[in-house]
């Protein structure tokens, strides 16, 4: 009782500061002030109509979106490989696939940049795809081999032993069954790129630049509500996307017990 008493204070305790955003971005003041003293949709009609905001984030949820792509496949090879071959040196090559995830997104950003700069790939689309594909292969990684080892490879042997293929065992056996891991997957690697900002700092300009970017300028030079109701607008986009693999899970097992 005390426990779960003491999970949900200190859930409150990170969740709050986050939440107080939200009524912010309705206040009908040009400056922040808690609680809002009157209710306005300037802000959000503001960020709507600055051109500026607009670009950055739809070129967000481009690089996003290419990025789950992109990671989406990397990753599911990688969790084939480690979950149904036996090869030498596997530990190490599960530990380099979880490496980003463990290493300071400051120091991934300085060697990308100069990795980078040879290959003119700063300031650039692709170069933000491949930099942020790098820091979501790690979440694809773990989420896509957790769900293959889920999967009886008793059926896989079956049916090639009716005479399937390796490619169509994965599409008919095995991909149906982790549909929910790779949705999952796919999601937490579009949040992951279209939250990233500190190696975006280092590989971005001005041709590339992304929303978080923009509200990182935006917060040094002129602090507005406007802030507040793009931040509302991730938070809901971040809590639907996260809501999104628990229905698509229960309607799979739904149609699975039916």
């Known amino acids: 009782m005390w426990l779960a008493i003491i999970a949900i204070l200190i859930l409150l305790f990170i969740i709050l500061p986050i939440l107080v955003l939200i009524p ?22 503001d960020f709507l109509q600055n051109e500026e905001w607009v670009e950055c984030f739809f070129r967000s949820l481009e690089v996003a979106c290419l990025t789950a792509i992109l990671a989406i496949i990397i990753g599911t090879l990688a969790s084939l490989a480690v ?80 005479g399937s293929k390796p490619i169509g065992v994965f599409f008919k056996i095995i991909l149906p069954q982790i ?47 406007t802030i507040a109701s793009v931040s509302t607008i991730l938070i809901f986009g971040t809590i639907i996307s996260f809501m999104l693999p628990e229905l698509f899970r229960l309607l799979f097992r739904k149609r699975n017990l039916g």
């Open 83 to 162: 979950t149904r071959i036996n090869f030498k040196h596997k530990k190490a090559f599960m530990a380099l696939m979880v490496a980003p995830m463990v290493i300071p997104v400051v120091i991934i950003g300085v060697a990308l940049y100069n990795f980078y700069a040879p290959l003119k790939l700063n300031n650039t689309i692709m170069g933000l795809v491949l930099s942020h594909t790098l820091i979501a292969i790690p979440i694809v990684f773990i989420t896509l081999t957790a769900g293959l080892k889920g999967v009886d490879s008793n059926i896989e042997l079956a049916a090639a032993g009716l």
């Open 179 to 225: 549909k929910p891991s790779m949705l999952s997957a796919c999601l937490f690697a579009f949040i992951t790129s279209l939250d990233e900002i500190t190696v975006t700092i280092f590989l971005s300009g001005t041709k590339t630049k992304t929303l978080p970017i923009a509200m990182w300028e935006s917060m040094r030079n002129n602090i507005t509500p």
């Open 24 to 45: 912010l971005s309705f206040t009908s003041l040009n400056y922040f002030k808690f609680p809002p003293t009157g209710f306005s949709l300037k802000w959000y009609q």
